[in-house]
């Protein structure tokens, strides 16, 4: 069914991606891994904007633009260039960042989400390359704080921004949208997402054709979702009661959910951007057919490919490829156990156990899965009682055999479950005569009998044919 | 050694010889606190430590360098680690670098001692010295004179014999102009040839460092140290020039251009003549010339201010008093910065700031930046088709001689045409040497020999054959020997 955006909302995006699994800066030699160290010892003349410095580009980071525009099925521009683009603020050290304006590393390209009806494109309209400016760290609140400090670890990392053409109609879309991003950012393992900062969003928005506001300092996924729904509740309402919306600048408060007016179209900055002189225009026409073939299997490619070679339906390989990381490990086990009897356990069992949990894959072994689909397709365990094994590992560690053996989770034999049977029918005796009598319920209460009796390791369905067979004798 | 020298850096090797690095510098020093041409920004309190570590060769290498013990100055707008450098400005009082320029690690590998820091137009920005913070400096021809600039601390410092040889920078003329004024040697390389790292931007894209001394021969000396690739510089090219090999007295053959737009209308009587006299040398010598055209060397100057200041405009955003130098309290961080910016920089500085704003703002920057860089491309074709046909282009530096301090400071335009004959070589990014070719009044008149890209060798080989064949390096300012 279509979706008709009764609203006629259109939300683009600009992510900023930080390349922070590079092992240097944008156009210094200073380290990346910054995130866990004193502030401002990782800077050099050249972050630190000092006089006289110079900045070098970073090959590695071009390398990384590259990979990202091509997953992004942009076009590679053959001569890219650095501007400068000027304003005043404390954490930019030399009173311009060095960006991109008209010869954007890559441009024109397009992503699949999942849209509000079926598959809906995303275009890029661009992605270029830029520097990361310090951080400022407020004491105190930011509007009582009596000072601020600086610290230029941040300054010069290099970042990528992506800006999106206004094709998404909901927030719903956008969040889809920043999934399928992250997800193939993730793919590319140009950026570590779980790093602070590591993405940045602003936001467009504009209702029924009207002027857009851009909402900025969106820092999470979720985030992003509230901001949109905010600010589209907050343009819908100020139509409704006769206002019109304005172009501006507002500000994403994560703490309150609202966004706040920071400047109108009449404030903007004019960045005077000009050709940066220190940076040569660099040809990388040459170099865009080697990048490609670095290029891993991306989302979409491997969410065909899991349909086909292993015979799933397209839910589970959706969600099986959402995470690279998710991928790798149903590959894994995929190597090693039918994957006919495993993508179930992977994709919806374990992935649904490590959502609840807020977890990652990098929480369970490879291993413990491989054991644990084994002892259930061997009839050692049952399914439930693998569930819990599954449940264990996650909430207090282990291996999956010393759980099966701490809980006495091993299947017991037909035998025992057929004793069992005979002394529950002997010792409830009003039970047997209601269910002969047509009560249906006293089955199951017979048959939990059975289960208390074996302690739950006898598997349940075999447990009610048993108690019906010596029933129906 | 008491009284002021020229000494090229072959006699001050001979010095060091028989006395010792840190005599000759001592003697320097002496010299320099005598003086009266306020030459100076910083004396490097550091230079006799140096000096004594060269003469027992603790660094491992100095005596093997080719400028082991030899004191330098240094244009106080590249940075020195461990020395002030203020660029002559307010806005840098008391910033130290933590690190050296490239050519300065390269002087001190040759081991090279610094002397101290030059004075200079703030930012480079001028043509007299007179916009520096430090008051300016005077011309050892005659001390009512400005030395030309902005390197003018360099080279006066070197025609005074406060120094043997000294380091400026050219954006628009700078090594050039103040070298014409004070009749010493002054080279601004091909754009590209000397890593600029360490050097505090004015207009990067039309910059260089380049060298002054009081012979031809220092200058390929210097440029041998200084000059190559530096990966630091994405703009310094990869290029293999030996100048000690263009020292060459022959210029059989060369052919000469030269340019009536190099002659224009204000152009001094005197200049004209001592540079025609020049060329008909170099016609004795061997050589031939013809005339040229180059037709868009009247729009040089302005498509030249307007990038430069543009640039600059961008450039000086960082002194904001946040990390360096001088800082004026605030409310807040808006109001130190500009406080900050309004007591730091000089008028001069701030015109070209507000200019250069301007220039590239919404609505104006099609109009004036981008129609400079057109400009600019023109007068490169300029050179391209004038430089296929001669191997050399001759013109006079400046078109007058040294003008009365404070003649011109009042007013700015009077000051930016002066420039006329320089800033063409920086738009096209061409190698220009200026060296003296006569007195007018007392006051020294700089031959301008300008050649194509990483072309140096011929250029320096045109320069030291008229050196070798005239008298004019022998001339030098009254009390100087």
Redesign the interface.
């Known amino acids: 069914m279509a979706y008709h955006n009764p609203d006629g909302v259109m939300i683009g995006l600009e992510i900023h991606v930080q390349l922070n699994k590079l092992n240097t800066k944008m156009f210094c030699g200073c380290s990346t891994k910054y995130h866990n160290d004193e502030p401002n010892s990782h800077v050099c ?1 050249v972050c ?10 970073n090959e590695k980071a071009v390398e990384a633009a590259m990979k990202i525009g091509l997953a992004l099925n942009c076009e590679i521009v053959p001569q890219t260039q650095f501007h ?1 683009k ?1 304003y ?1 603020y ?1 954490d930019l ?4 960042q060095t960006t991109q304006y008209d010869f954007p590393i890559a441009s024109e390209g397009k992503v699949f989400i999942e849209g509000e009806d079926g598959e809906h494109v995303i275009g890029i309209t661009r992605a270029h390359m830029e520097e990361d400016p310090g951080r400022l760290l407020h004491i105190g609140s930011i509007d009582k704080s009596k000072g ?1 400090m ?1 610290d230029y670890n941040r300054s010069g990392m290099a970042l990528i921004e992506i800006v999106s053409e206004p094709d998404m109609r909901s927030p719903k879309e956008a969040r889809r949208f920043l999934d399928k991003l992250r997800n193939i950012i993730e793919y590319l393992d140009v950026c570590d997402t779980t790093l602070e900062g590591a993405m940045r969003f602003d936001a467009n928005v504009s209702i029924g054709g009207g002027s857009r506001a851009e909402v900025k300092n969106i820092s999470s996924h979720k985030g992003a979702e509230r901001a949109l729904l905010f600010e589209i509740v907050r343009q819908k309402n100020l139509l409704r009661r006769g206002g019109t919306v304005v172009q501006e600048t507002r500000h994403f408060d994560e703490a309150r959910g609202v966004t706040i007016s920071l400047r109108t179209k009449e404030q903007e900055h ?1 960045y ?1 951007y ?1 050709p940066e ?4 225009p660099m040809r990388v026409a040459d170099r865009t057919a080697k990048v490609a073939e670095t290029l891993p299997e991306l989302p979409d490619a491997k969410r065909e490919r899991f349909t086909k070679e292993y015979g799933m339906a397209d839910m589970h390989a959706k969600a099986l490829t959402s995470e690279i990381r998710t991928a790798d490990f149903y590959e894994e086990v995929a190597a090693k156990i039918d994957a006919k009897i495993c993508t179930p356990w992977v994709a919806d069992v374990l992935k649904g156990e490590l959502n609840y949990r807020d977890l990652t894959v990098e929480s369970f072994k490879v291993d413990d899965m491989v054991e644990i689909i084994e002892m259930v397709t061997q009839d050692k365990i049952t399914e439930k009682s693998a569930v819990d094994v599954i449940r264990a590992i996650l909430d207090s560690g282990g291996s999956a055999t010393d759980i099966v053996k701490e809980k006495g989770l091993i299947k017991v034999e037909d035998d025992v479950v057929s004793t069992a049977v005979l002394e529950v029918i002997k010792e409830n005796e009003a039970a047997v005569t209601d269910y002969l009598g047509g009560k249906e319920q006293s089955l199951n209460f017979l048959v939990g009998q059975v289960m208390k009796k074996t302690r739950g390791r006898a598997d349940a369905v075999q447990a009610r044919e048993m108690v019906l067979a010596s029933l129906n004798k | 050694m008491s009284k002021a020298k020229w000494m090229g850096i072959s006699k001050v090797r001979e010095s060091i010889a028989t006395s010792s690095s840190e005599e000759v510098t001592a003697s320097y020093l002496d010299t320099i606190l005598k003086s009266r041409i306020n030459g100076y920004v910083t004396i490097n309190e550091g230079a006799i430590a140096r000096a004594q570590d060269i003469d027992k060769n603790k660094d491992g290498k100095g005596h093997d360098g080719v400028l082991a013990g030899v004191p330098i100055a240094i244009k106080d707008n590249i940075s020195t680690k461990g020395i002030q450098t203020t660029c002559s400005s307010k806005i840098l009082q008391g910033y130290v670098p933590p690190y050296n320029a490239h050519v300065i690690e390269r002087l001190l590998d040759a081991g090279a001692v610094i002397l101290g820091k030059t004075n200079m137009d703030e930012f480079a920005m001028g043509t007299s010295t007179e916009s520096s913070h430090y008051g300016t400096t005077l011309n050892p021809w005659d001390h009512e004179k400005v030395p030309g600039g902005s390197s003018g601390g360099s080279a006066a410092v070197v025609a005074a014999g406060e120094a043997p040889i000294s380091l400026g920078s050219d954006t628009g003329g700078s090594v050039r102009c103040p070298a014409a004024f004070c009749g010493v040697v002054g080279l601004k390389p091909t754009y590209g040839g000397i890593s600029r790292y360490g050097l505090i931007s004015y207009a990067n894209s039309l910059e260089q460092i380049g060298p002054i001394a009081t012979n031809v021969s220092d200058i390929a000396t210097i440029m041998d140290v200084i000059g190559g690739y530096d990966p630091r510089d994405s703009t310094s090219i990869k290029q293999e020039i030996t100048y000690q090999d263009s020292l060459v007295d022959d210029v059989t053959g060369l052919k000469i251009g030269v340019s009536d737009e190099y002659f224009a209308e204000g152009i001094d009587e005197g200049v004209e003549k001592s540079v025609w006299a020049a060329i008909q040398k170099f016609e004795d010598m061997g050589a031939t010339w013809e005339k040229i055209s180059m037709p868009h060397t009247k729009y040089a100057l302005a498509s030249y201010y307007i990038i430069a200041m543009s640039e600059a405009s961008s450039n000086l955003a960082r002194f904001d008093g946040t990390r360096h130098g001088l800082r004026e309290e605030g409310e807040n961080w808006h109001v130190m910065a500009s406080r900050t910016r309004a007591k730091g920089f000089g008028e001069e500085v701030k015109r070209r700031i507000l200019l250069g704003t301007y220039a590239l703002s919404a609505g104006y920057h099609d109009k004036y930046y981008l129609k400079a860089l057109k400009v600019r491309t023109l007068v490169k074709q300029d050179f391209d088709k004038a430089l296929s046909n001669v191997d050399v282009l001759m013109a006079p530096t400046m078109p007058t001689p040294a003008f009365k301090i404070g003649e011109k400071i009042e007013d700015p335009l009077a000051l930016y045409l002066t420039d006329v004959n320089t800033v063409p070589i920086n738009l096209a990014g061409v190698p220009s040497i200026s060296m003296p070719c006569g007195l007018v009044d007392g006051l020294p008149v700089g031959l301008q020999i300008i050649g194509n890209h990483f072309d140096e060798s011929t250029i320096m080989r045109a320069a030291y054959s008229f050196e070798q064949n005239t008298d004019h390096l022998a001339k030098r300012p009254a009390g100087v020997e």
């Not at chain 1, 630190?48 to 580009?57: D, F, H, Q």
């Not at chain 1, 050290?93 to 311009?96: H, L, T």
């Open positions: 003349p630190l904007g000092l006089p006289g410095s110079l900045p070098v580009i400068r000027n005043y404390p050290p030399k009173g311009f601020t600086i004019d005077r000009f002189p220190d940076l040569v």
